[in-house]
């Protein structure tokens, strides 16, 4: 049997980043602002092709992006 994540289409990072999210939205206010604060992201990355690098992208608005169109789907 796959796992419910698995079988809706999404990936395991996706999976858990919803995951904190409910958790952190669930919590009394001040432990919420706290966790909220911890869960911003600064990551970036970039895809790579024929070596040669392509551009940088904010995981955290690649993330809400995906999240949003995932949404839509429901």
């Known amino acids: 049997m796959a796992f ?9 990072n996706r999976y858990l980043a919803v995951a904190a999210r409910v958790v ?8 919420r602002l706290q966790a909220e604060r911890r869960g911003e992201m600064e990551l970036r990355f970039a895809k790579w092709e024929s070596g040669k690098q392509g551009e940088n992208k904010s995981l955290a608005e690649v993330n809400a992006a995906d999240m949003a169109e995932h949404a839509g789907k429901e």
Do not use: D, F, M, V
């Open 24 to 31: 952190r939205r669930s919590l009394k206010e001040q432990p």
């Open 4 to 12: 419910a994540w698995k079988a809706s289409g999404l990936t395991y």
